[in-house]
Nanobody, 125 residues
């Protein structure tokens, strides 16, 4: 599997970003896709997930109401729309393809060992 994250950047507090995760090498429609993030000195943590049908979503408590995950089947791509960004959202964001569902309650080590390079998000004024 190949995962390519993009869309990160520098944004002011309150701003928005849309991250993309382009996936190849797997049957896209049979995998749940999960976003994680890792801030400097911290463990990689769950952010949001979407099931293989695209009908169920799951969010970490800090993402609820601000982030929206979606998937585009023809493009084999998953998006993470992030609104109302805060400095504490600063991290490298990664996506992961796995059959595990729901992602809540699991740590990153429970998921596929294959990760992309991540995309850096910096929220700062």
């Amino acid at each position: 599997v190949q995962l390519v994250e993009s869309g990160g950047g520098l944004v002011e507090p309150g701003g928005s970003l849309r991250l993309s995760c382009a996936i190849s090498g797997i049957q896209f429609a049979t995998y749940a896709i999960t976003w994680f993030r890792q801030a400097p000195g911290k463990e990689r943590e769950f952010v949001a997930g979407i099931d293989w049908h695209g009908s169920r979503t799951d969010y970490a408590w800090f993402a609820k109401g601000r982030f929206t995950i979606s998937r585009d089947f023809p493009k084999n791509t998953v998006y993470l729309q992030m609104n109302g960004l805060k400095p504490e959202d600063t991290a490298v964001y990664y996506c992961n393809a796995d059959h595990r569902w729901p992602p809540t309650g699991h740590n990153s080590g429970d998921f596929s060992a294959q990760w992309g390079q991540g995309t850096q998000v910096v929220v700062s004024s």
